[in-house]
């Protein structure tokens, strides 16, 4: 019996999220700034940072290329759940946070647009990280 895997098409698209500064240490703090940021934007209710969001042990997120042809770093990265199982919205966000924030970011504050899913069926998935400045 073969079963079909499917992963959300849209990540994050109610959440609103400015990636900017220096990486955070604390998942926990990390969920209180993004809490406090909803609330700044007037989207109060909309974070839920214990929601699984996506069922894959890892998966696999493709950052937007500011450094050029020649940068040390790659276009995607591989992120890995901490309990080999699934990802919480608040562990997604704070990995791709800190990754963005130490790797892609140019010091200028970018804002979060979403995560869509570009591998049909793959395991482990690919997500775009959407950025709008």
């Known amino acids: 019996m073969t079963h079909r895997i499917s992963f959300p098409k ?3 698209t109610n959440v609103s999220w400015a990636f900017g500064g220096a990486p955070v240490i604390d998942m926990r703090d990390f969920s209180d700034e993004v809490q406090q940021y909803q609330c700044k934007v007037g989207r109060a209710n909309t974070w839920l940072p214990d929601q699984i969001v996506v069922v894959a ?3 696999y997120v ?3 290329d500011s450094h ?3 940068s040390e770093f790659p ?3 591989e992120l890995v759940s901490d309990d080999g ?3 919480s919205a608040v562990e997604l966000l704070f990995k791709i946070h800190n990754i963005f924030v130490e790797r892609y970011c140019d010091g200028d504050e970018q804002f979060l647009e979403g995560l869509t ?7 482990p998935p690919v997500y775009l990280l959407n950025i709008g400045s």
Do not use: M
């Open 10 to 12: 849209q990540l994050f």
């Open 57 to 59: 042990p890892k998966l």
């Open 62 to 64: 493709q950052f937007p």
């Open 68 to 70: 050029g042809d020649d």
């Open 75 to 77: 276009s995607h990265e």
């Open 85 to 87: 199982k699934n990802f």
């Open 117 to 123: 899913l570009v591998s049909k069926n793959k395991i």
